[in-house]
T-cell receptor
């Protein structure tokens, strides 16, 4: 069964450093998402992406965050200058249509900012 | 504010029991509702998706119901098994791209 893959599974970085989290969505999917889950808290929406542009973003997704689909298969989340509070599990998701269909999630990247 | 709440927060039951997990949402104008399963160290797996016009969805031993007017959904698990042990998340969509998640119910089924 097709799946969303995320790399790396764990990322440790120093505060102020840039990180790039990578995702390979399911190949025929057109809608892409990033969510995050801080330890012990709810899963939170960050951003959605369709047709090579951001379609929606949350208040969490400030200027420190950016997303990109650099080629036909990868979807990346960049955090320019990491803060301690960016430590979380980051999930990538994709779907073949917009709203109203199931989302397929990757297994996540655990980001630890020291 | 649109919020999603799940009760109980944790549940531990012997194998074979039928279970009901609850989800409530403050704004009843939902577009759809999904139930997910989350295993430790793994991603979220969508179990059932209910559109706002539907009352229930079934998949195997799982049945999800939706009462939009009262802002509630339930996930019914029949004949629970140890392999059902996981965290179950409810997520609501309000005609935007984002899902609003509940805090989850951590389920343990022991043999």
């Amino acid at each position: 069964e097709p799946e969303v893959t995320q790399t790396p599974s764990h990322q440790v970085t120093q505060m102020g450093q840039e990180v790039i989290l990578r995702c390979v969505p399911i190949s025929n999917h057109l809608y892409f998402y990033w969510y995050r889950q801080i330890l012990g808290q709810k899963v939170e929406f960050l951003v959605s992406f369709y047709n090579n542009e951001i379609s929606e973003k949350s208040e969490i997704f400030d200027d420190q965050f950016s997303v990109e689909r650099p080629d036909g298969s990868n979807f990346t989340l960049k955090i320019r200058s990491t803060k301690l509070e960016d430590s979380a599990m980051y999930f990538c998701a994709s779907s073949d249509q917009g709203q109203g269909v199931k989302l397929f999630f990757g297994s996540g990247t655990q980001l630890s900012v020291l | 504010k649109q919020e999603v709440t799940q009760i109980p927060a944790a549940l531990s039951v012997p194998e074979g029991e039928n279970l009901v997990l609850n989800c409530s949402f403050t704004d009843s104008a939902i577009y759809n509702l999904q139930w997910f399963r989350q295993d430790p160290g793994k991603g979220l797996t969508s179990l059932l998706l209910i559109q706002s016009s539907q009352r229930e969805q079934t998949s195997g031993r799982l049945n999800a119901s939706l009462d939009k007017s009262s802002g509630r959904s339930t996930l019914y698990i029949a004949a629970s098994q140890p392999g059902d042990s996981a965290t179950y998340l409810c997520a609501v969509c309000y005609n935007t791209d984002k899902l609003i998640f509940g805090t989850g119910t951590r389920l343990q089924v022991f043999p």
